[in-house]
């Protein structure tokens, strides 16, 4: 079994927060995560995935709150008035921390009314795919060793064994735990299923989309657009809708976990700087699927294939960083800049106490000077708050630049980190993951 970072985190806040709310995409591990986590207490888990259960539960929520501590409820938004029971136990025994963990694949501020009862007293984690690091058992530290000492981190890597083919293998696979270990076949066959339920069943409980097509053909053009600069003009035209009605099937995308956007940064930097945000699937494996590329077919070098390996390895960055801060004690903003005489950062890492890492990506295996001029440009506008700027290629190499510019291969995202003891005799089995 894949050890997740999340449960670490979770297992902390059991002890700190009253109520705590594990969301993300569907078929993610949540339910695993909730299950061990109800072993580790000694309590059973509340299925409502299970049509009989949640028949019961339906005319009796306040059923719910009888059991043990914590409460754990598995895709709770199937019954949202749970929540109303919840808050009454609450409202009746003071808040106390531990009272329950939920999960559910949906945001929770999508949902019903009903669904907000707890607001104050609920505290939401996001559970993102599968990271690089936690499949090989590796406990990842980029980010903490760039803020630390950037230069000594660089210095001290040894030259990257990951070919380019390796790079277009894991960028097709993903991190969604049921697409490992499949063939390229079975894989973009489960994918095909995964939209179709998404948009079938997931959706239709949010709101009723009236056309059903065009939820999915919008979601195609977010594949198209992953990595960019976000126009929605551009895909409302391509799937025959109006923009106000293309936005908010975005928006429902997003409540389901399929898309995300990543906003533009430092829009008070400079006046020239871009606010629109970029948009990502949120994971490179779906994207892959929809794009129609395959690990032999991504890595040609016909134009239009390269500008898709290099929308996938950018979407697997982002992924891969929004998923390590996600688990870092002090919150982290990550969001893009671009200049509108386009210099551009893909990535950029906000710390609480204002330091920032910048991150660029090329699907190349070299870099020239060109490579470096919005990261430049964003270390002389930040001054001493900018940390440290890396370009990510799928060269071998790292190495220094120049003033806090830096060359690394895209793999030293997830091979710099420590292998935690109980990682190093443990049998990595994706597949057996809900």
């Not at 070919?163 to 076949?185: H, K």
Request: charged fraction near 25%; aromatic fraction near 4%.
């Amino acid at each position: 079994m894949v050890q997740r970072r999340v449960s670490e985190l979770l297992a902390e806040l059991v002890d700190e927060e009253p109520v705590i709310a594990l969301h993300g995409p569907r078929s993610v591990g949540k339910s695993t995560v909730l299950w061990k986590l109800a072993g580790d207490h000694g309590v059973d888990v509340i299925d409502l995935d299970d049509v009989e259960t949640r028949e019961a539960l339906a005319g009796n929520p306040r059923l719910v709150t009888g059991g043990g501590l914590p409460l754990c409820i598995d895709e709770y938004q199937r019954v949202p008035e749970i929540l109303d029971a919840i808050k009454a136990r609450l409202n009746r025994e003071g808040t106390r921390p531990g009272l329950a963990v939920i999960t559910g694949s949906t945001r929770q501020d999508a949902l019903p009314r009903t669904a907000q009862a707890l607001t104050g007293r609920l505290h939401s984690l996001t559970i993102w795919p599968l990271s690089q690091g936690e499949l090989m058992g590796i406990r990842e530290e980029v980010l903490e060793s760039l803020l630390h000492d950037p230069e000594e981190t660089v210095a001290q890597q040894p030259p990257s064994d990951t070919s380019r083919e390796d790079y277009a293998e894991l960028a097709c696979r993903g991190g969604l735990p049921l697409a490992l270990g499949r063939s390229d076949t079975a894989r973009a066959r489960w994918f095909d299923d995964y939209v179709r339920r998404s948009v079938d069943r997931d959706a239709q409980e949010l709101t009723q989309v009236r056309q059903r097509q065009a939820l999915a053909d919008l979601l195609g053009q977010v594949a198209l657009q992953t990595g960019g600069l976000l126009n929605i003009t551009r895909a409302a035209e391509a799937v025959g809708v109006e923009r106000k009605t293309a936005e908010i099937y975005l928006r429902l995308l997003e409540d389901l976990f399929l898309a995300v956007r990543l906003p533009a940064w430092g829009t008070d930097l400079r006046s020239r700087v871009s606010a629109r945000p970029k948009v990502h699937l949120v994971d490179s494996g779906l994207a892959a699927r929809l794009l129609r590329v395959t690990p032999t077919t991504v890595t040609g070098v016909d134009t239009t294939v390269l500008s898709d390996f290099g929308k996938l390895l950018e979407t697997v960055v982002v992924a891969e960083l929004r998923k390590q801060t996600s688990w870092q004690e002090a919150p982290v903003t990550l969001g893009h800049w671009r200049t509108s005489d386009e210099a551009k950062v893909d990535v950029v890492a906000e710390f609480d106490d204002g330091q920032v890492l910048g991150f660029d990506v090329t699907p190349n295996e070299r870099v020239t000077a060109s490579a470096f001029t919005g990261l430049t440009q964003l270390r002389d506008a930040l001054g001493e708050r900018f940390r440290a700027g890396v370009v990510l290629t799928t060269g071998t190499r790292s190495y220094t630049h120049g003033d806090r510019l830096h060359v690394m291969p895209i793999d030293r995202l997830w091979r710099i980190g420590s292998f935690p003891a109980a990682s190093r005799t443990r049998v990595l089995n994706p597949a057996s993951w809900k």
